[in-house]
């Protein structure tokens, strides 16, 4: 398996746009988490999903900030209207959802929003 | 979130035993405590995970007292790859899943 595979890598927007990161997890894993990680407030979780369903978005800062995971294959992070404090490294992860925490991470996405 | 607690960094030589200790209170009662570690520019790896007492794998172990209010990753001869930042993750008791803060482990020839 390729393992979870992000894109974009890196993003550079500016202020007020909209940013979309994508994510595709490992086949026949079903749970899917997003993290930010920044050097202030180092890993933090976003969001999380089961079979496809959001299971604890507590995470999620604020409004601006959307995830969706249309099927087991495919999960979207959007970022509408985008703020340079959003700049991170924003990781998905995804495990087979049982009680266990082992998570297999893509190798993240570097936002810079200027 | 729970509350956790690692040491900013540590040094160590090649060959040697290194231990990371998290603290961690208010964490769930029925759940793993996993460590993870993490190369620059890389998304943060599992290294091993327990409930309680002691487990081990082919690369660490990790000591869990029965109190559950620390956990302690250990690295049985660190070679210089072994340098990384190294993460403890725990679920709190309202179930939100909390990386600890991180310890930076710098192994010197």
């Known amino acids: 398996d390729a393992g979870v595979i992000q894109s974009p890598r890196h993003e550079v927007t500016e202020m007020g746009q909209e940013v979309t990161l994508r994510c595709k997890p490992i086949?026949?894993?079903?749970?899917l988490f997003w993290y930010r990680q920044t050097m202030m407030r180092g890993l933090e979780l976003l969001i999380y999903?089961?079979?496809?369903?959001?299971?604890?978005d507590s995470g999620m800062p604020e409004d601006r900030f959307s995830a969706k995971m249309p099927n087991a294959s495919f999960s979207t992070l959007k970022i509408q209207p985008s703020e340079p404090r959003d700049s991170a490294v924003y990781f998905c992860?995804?495990?087979?959802?049982?009680?266990?925490?082992?998570?297999?991470f893509g190798p993240g996405t570097r936002l810079t929003v200027t | 979130l729970a509350k956790t607690t690692q040491p900013i960094s540590m040094d160590s030589y090649e060959g040697q035993e290194v231990n990371i200790t998290c603290s961690h209170n208010n964490i769930a009662t029925n759940d793993y405590i996993t460590w993870y570690q993490q190369f620059p520019s890389q998304g943060p790896r599992f290294i091993i995970q327990?409930?309680?007492t002691k487990v081990t794998n082919e690369v660490a172990s990790l000591f869990i007292p029965a109190d559950r209010k620390s956990s302690t990753l250990s690295l049985p001869r660190v070679s210089l790859s072994d340098t990384a930042v190294y993460y403890c993750l725990v679920k709190g008791s309202a179930r939100q899943l909390t990386f600890g803060s991180g310890t930076q482990l710098t192994v010197l020839p």
């Open positions: 086949s026949g894993h079903n749970s």
């Open positions: 992860a995804s495990n087979l959802g049982d009680s266990s925490y082992e998570q297999y």
């Open positions: 999903f089961n079979n496809n369903v959001p299971i604890d």
């Open positions: 327990g409930y309680k």
